[in-house]
């Protein structure tokens, strides 16, 4: 199950679909994508309906209005039917190719795969390092240490994430809060390709 929040991403949509057509229907496992439309203000939801009405793979959570990616993240979760869950950007910076690399981690019996975006494409000081020192404060906190607990790019075994709830601006802890249901072994961190952003 391939979980993707959006807000306000009418532009990112398809071309964002297309990316994960490709690369899902290359992979031996039968799949299904979800998006959350964290009530987007401009033509996001009529996209994904248009797109959901071609392709029965494709399931739309819209909310009345938004929530917030947290939210929006543990209603796709919640929805998800898959032994593996996925979670990913809906604005094209977390590229899909990297989802086998995820999976593979998941075979070798990792129950959390964190993307690591090691070589990010946002501005240095506004993200960076704020990024950098979030990081180091929660490994410091939760003994969890990975290099980028931001990225949304991650891959999760079902069972262990569904024991997980999530609230407020959790999403951003998951591999610390996961470490609460399964060993700190289980959990790994990959390099992930990072891409600018194009649109919204």
Known sequence: SIVIPVYNEEENVPLLYRELKEVLENLPYDYEIIFVND??????????EEIAQKDEKVKVIEFARNYGQTSAMMAGM???????I???????????????????????????????????KDAAIS?????????????????????????????????????VRLYGELHRFIP????????????????VNHRPRRFG
């Not at 919640?78 to 032994?83: P, R």
Request: hydrophobic share 35%; aromatic share 6%; with cysteine.
């Open 39 to 48: 009530g987007s203000r401009d033509r996001t939801g009529e996209v994904l």
């Open 78 to 84: 919640d929805f998800a039917s898959g032994d593996v």
């Open 86 to 120: 996925i979670t990913m950007d809906g604005d094209l910076q977390n590229d899909p190719k990297d989802i086998p690399k995820l999976l593979e981690k998941i075979r070798e019996g990792y129950d959390v795969v964190s993307g690591w975006r090691k070589n990010r």
């Open 127 to 163: 993200r960076k390092l704020p990024s950098k020192i979030a990081n180091w404060l929660i490994g410091k906190i939760t003994g969890v240490r990975i290099h980028d607990y931001g990225c949304t790019l991650k891959s999760y075994r079902s069972d262990v994430i569904k024991r």
């Open 176 to 191: 610390a809060l996961a470490s609460t249901v399964t060993c700190v072994d289980k959990i790994i961190e990959i390099p």
